[in-house]
């Protein structure tokens, strides 16, 4: 996988060379290149930023360093599109986030055979967006080339990402939660971690990216893990993990999966598929309160 990382403190990524994106780099597995804005420029002063049209505060990223940079990076020629910068910007986005949501869940439920596809995402971290996911990294981890834009300041140019979709890229836009940062850089390393964890061979052991929080078809938080000592401080690791009976240790993290997501992310079992639930499964969501009998678990 290849990824493009432009930032104004492309220093910033000098951590992604530590621990197991580092040896991926190293095994090359992903290459990354982290590029910095300022060379896109032409002024003495090397600016990204001017003052936002309509007034207000703080300074927005300009279109012409982005682009200039972009392209280059994308391989395409300048041009002119025709689109409404006011209802397109909006109509698009939500289109685009439909179809990838949809196309995501698709691809989160045949994880193993979707094949890599070659067409570049360009993706542009935004605290207004959509919220990044677990769907959202399965899906990018089978593309073969991502370009990410960290945003500074009050942001970027809105139609910066508007022209780059009129010009049949596969724009993406992503918040990671409800809050704001100073730019871009930390939520771009938010997102290539999530994506490049999945690829294969990425992981020691595969098996430890199969049953997390999050993952595959009927997703739930994952139960609690505890090593040794079996008694530490006090605190002792439940009896039945040290049974030895794989069944009932299963059937015990399942129940620890399910008590733990509904308590918080009932959402998470409200989503879940009641046919793909096991008789002990249905049982135990019945006694947290939830009626399995429909497509969807229902609170009771
Ligand atoms: N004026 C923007 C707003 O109120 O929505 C905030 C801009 S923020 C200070 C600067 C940049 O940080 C953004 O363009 C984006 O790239 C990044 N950023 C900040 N918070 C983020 C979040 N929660 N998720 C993703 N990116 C974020």
């Known amino acids: 996988m290849k990824i493009d990382i432009v930032s104004v403190f492309p220093e910033y990524f000098e951590v992604l060379n530590l621990s197991l994106l580092g040896k991926a780099q190293e095994k090359g597995l992903v290459e990354v290149t982290a590029h910095n804005l300022r060379d896109w420029t032409h002024d003495v002063h090397h600016s990204v930023d001017d003052t936002p049209v309509g007034g207000g505060a703080g300074m927005v990223m300009k279109p012409e360093v982005w682009s200039e940079c972009l392209d280059e990076l994308l391989h395409l020629e300048p041009t002119t599109v025709t689109c409404d910068s006011t209802a397109d910007a909006d109509d698009t986005a939500s289109a685009d986030a439909a179809e990838s949501a949809e196309s995501a869940t698709e691809i989160a439920a045949n994880a193993d055979t979707v094949p890599a596809t070659d067409r570049p995402v360009l993706i542009f971290p935004n605290p207004s967006a959509p ?13 073969n080339h991502l370009l990410f834009g960290c945003g500074r300041y009050e942001g970027y140019d809105a139609r910066i990402p508007q022209y780059y979709r009129a010009q049949g890229v596969d724009v993406r836009e992503y918040s990671i939660g409800d809050y704001v940062l100073n730019g871009g850089e930390v939520a771009v390393s938010v ?3 999530a994506i490049t964890r ?25 139960h609690r893990q505890y090593t040794k000592p079996a008694d530490w401080r006090g605190i002792k690791v439940p009896d039945v993990l040290l049974s030895g009976d794989h069944a009932k240790v299963d059937r015990f993290r399942r129940d620890e999966a399910l008590a733990k997501t509904n308590k918080l992310r009932p959402d998470l079992i409200e989503a879940l598929d009641c046919s793909k639930l096991d008789k002990a499964d249905r049982k135990t969501l019945m006694a947290l309160g939830w009626e399995v009998s429909g497509a969807h678990p229902r609170q009771r």
């Open 198 to 222: 999945l690829l294969p061979g990425f992981m020691g052991n595969a098996a430890s990216i199969v049953e997390e929080s999050y993952t595959g078809e009927n997703a739930l938080l994952e």
């Open 191 to 193: 997102m290539l971690e």
């Open 131 to 143: 919220l990044f996911t677990q769907q959202d990294a399965t899906e990018l981890s089978h593309a």
